[in-house]
């Protein structure tokens, strides 16, 4: 089975400034999507960024952009320019490419950023 | 705007008493998703309709059961609501399975306290 694991609980990054939030997983298979979702003190989450396994260029959504590292079975998200706004959690998840499968996610980062 | 509606955003419930959330959707998608998510977790899949057809995830307690009347709305239906079921219920919807990145739009959820 899917895992994905997010090691960092917890993240502050003063607003304007750079930070990056850790992701693995662990997987058998080649063909693959990741996705980083925010969810807001609000509640409801929404998609930041996705990439698919098979490209080998990184994502990038205006100030938001993913180091995918295929081998190493990693996928961090890069926040540039930290706004207030950016204030929420953080999950990665993985979904395979074979048929109708689930969403596996990650337990989150909570991310603050700090005036 | 398209959208994933949730009501009621907050429901209060008596231990034991049977309570029912509702989901509505104006994406026209085909996939359908229940999550529970409990404070400070990732959001954990009960089930999803993939049209008509209902996928129970192996770990989803039988107290749970979910309800698809037509494309538009799918229902959670707790039948005797523990303690334990207190928590934030997400729901959310997706296009096809099988197609690109499936992502997922997701509701602003229905927070469920228990008495």
């Known amino acids: 089975a899917q895992t994905v694991t997010q090691s960092q609980p917890e993240m502050s990054v003063q607003e304007a400034e750079t930070v990056t939030l850790s992701c693995t997983y662990d997987?058998?298979?080649?063909?693959?999507?990741l996705f980083w979702y925010k969810q807001p003190p609000s509640r409801q989450m929404i998609l930041v960024i996705r990439?698919?396994?098979?490209?080998?260029q990184n994502a990038t959504e205006n100030r938001f952009s993913v180091n995918f590292q295929k081998a190493a079975k990693s996928f961090s998200l890069k926040i540039s320019d930290s706004q207030l706004g950016d204030a929420a959690m953080y999950f990665c998840?993985?979904?395979?490419?074979?048929?109708?499968?689930?969403?596996?996610f990650g337990k989150g980062t909570r991310l603050s950023v700090i005036a | 705007d398209a959208m994933v509606i949730q009501n009621p955003r907050y429901q209060v419930t008596q231990f034991g008493k049977p309570v029912t959330l509702s989901c509505s959707q104006t994406?026209?998608?085909?996939?359908m998703y229940w999550y529970q998510q409990k404070s400070s977790q990732a959001p954990k899949l009960l089930f999803h309709?993939?049209?008509?057809?209902?996928?129970n995830e192996a770990d989803t307690p039988d107290n749970f059961q979910s309800r698809r009347p037509n494309t538009s709305f799918c229902f959670l239906d707790i039948r005797s609501p523990g303690l334990g079921d207190a928590a934030m219920y997400l729901c959310?919807?997706?296009?096809?399975?099988?197609?690109?990145?499936?992502?997922?739009?997701f509701g602003p959820g229905t927070r469920l306290t228990v008495l």
């Open positions: 998840a993985y979904r395979s490419n074979s048929g109708n499968t689930p969403l596996v």
């Open positions: 990439q698919e396994a098979y490209k080998q």
């Open positions: 997987t058998s298979e080649s063909d693959y999507y």
């Open positions: 994406l026209n998608h085909n996939v």
């Open positions: 959310a919807t997706s296009r096809d399975p099988g197609r690109d990145y499936n992502e997922q739009f």
């Open positions: 309709y993939y049209d008509k057809d209902f996928n």
